[in-house]
């Protein structure tokens, strides 16, 4: 009986996990399509009005006086939302020459560490860049530009991608320590590892062959 019962919740507790692996994998998926898509078109916009720019010079000798400008909040708010990216895609840089020569629980321990300072880093910007909104409220400071756009606007909207980077931080080491602390130290060697060149390798093949495919396609 007993073995017959033990056998039974092997086979029962991958069940269990499943669904909430799966249910893990879709919620940062939906993150990222949403993070991606804001970025894209944040840029494509921003390409837009460089266009418009660009053509209302050479041919109407007009300029709209703003391109530039919308450029610097652009690329404010794309370089906040890429680290939330960068952080779900594993692509910040970690030296890991000997790491998988390590033991297994110095892997662990080296794995949790790294994400636990990497919140305690995005928490730390959060808290710096409050001061700086505050201090725009206070003094109620404009751009130098012939738009003297509030900077609170384009500041808030930066302030807002630190923070999505400061959560999405925190939920990582919140997971990363509850595996850590539980002794789950397999599925925290799975989910936070540095990416490897093999990864890295096979990501790139993949993209090739499906560039490759696109292109056969459209051909």
Avoid: C
Avoid at 29 to 45: C, P
Avoid at 198 to 217: A, F, I, N, P, V
């Amino acid at each position: 009986m007993s073995s017959r019962a033990d056998s039974t919740q092997v086979l029962s507790a991958p069940r269990t996990r499943r669904p909430a692996a799966r249910a893990r994998a879709s919620a940062k998926e939906r993150v990222e399509t949403l993070l991606a898509t804001v970025f894209g078109v944040t840029f494509l916009i921003l390409a837009v009005v460089v266009t418009v720019e660009t053509i209302s010079r050479k041919v109407f000798n007009v300029s709209i006086q703003g391109a530039d400008e919308l450029g610097g909040y652009a690329l404010a708010l794309g370089s906040t939302i890429s680290f939330s990216l960068a952080l779900m895609g594993r692509n910040h840089i970690r030296v890991d020459v000997f790491h998988e020569m390590l033991p297994r629980r110095l892997q662990g321990f080296l794995n949790w560490l790294s994400i636990m300072l990497l919140a305690a880093l995005s928490v730390f910007i959060a808290v710096l860049a409050l001061k700086v909104i505050g201090d725009t409220l206070q003094y109620r400071s404009t751009a130098p530009t012939p738009w003297q756009t509030p900077l609170i606007y384009p500041q808030a909207v930066w302030y807002a991608g630190l923070l999505v980077f400061a959560l999405v931080a925190l939920a990582y080491a919140l997971r990363a320590s509850k595996l850590f602390f539980g002794g789950d130290l397999t599925t925290l060697n799975h989910e936070f590892p540095p990416k490897s060149t093999k990864e890295e390798l096979r990501e790139e093949l993949d993209d090739l062959s499906l560039r490759q495919g696109k292109e056969g396609g459209a051909s």
